[in-house]
């Protein structure tokens, strides 16, 4: 069973920039696509960006395009979520999650990633 474990979030004024870590345990990480999620208050959950295996490829949601970058280091089995120019609308708990295989979902559902770090909290002030 592999663990996510997110770091990295706080608080930031609008305009500034977070970066998000997740670090997974276990050896095969580089099997596997990445992504992130995050939860507002009182919203559901959403998709917000994905990697494949090897970093090759990359989608996000449209609303954090250009604005937010996701990678990954193998060797470090790591992935991470580079946050610019934020807005009071990013701010959500995020989470990390893994998906079921190495290649980015066909679709952005929730179903198609199998294993969830427990998220970690992002506030943007105006």
């Known amino acids: 069973q592999v663990q996510l474990v997110e770091s990295g979030g706080g608080l930031v004024q609008a305009g500034g920039s977070l970066r998000l870590s997740c670090a997974a345990s276990g050896r095969t990480f580089s099997n596997y696509a990445m992504g992130w999620f995050r939860q507002a208050p009182g919203k559901v959950r959403e998709f917000v960006a994905a990697i494949n295996w090897s970093g090759s490829n990359t989608y996000y949601v449209e609303s954090v395009q250009a604005r937010f970058t996701i990678s990954r280091d193998n060797a470090k089995s790591t992935v991470y979520l580079q946050m610019n120019s934020l807005k009071p609308e990013d701010t959500a708990v995020y989470y990390c999650?893994?998906?079921?295989?190495?290649?980015?979902?066909?679709?952005?559902?929730?179903?198609?990633?199998?294993?969830w770090g427990q998220g970690t909290q992002v506030t943007v002030s105006s």
């Open positions: 999650a893994r998906s079921r295989g190495g290649f980015l979902p066909q679709d952005r559902r929730e179903v198609n990633f199998g294993s």
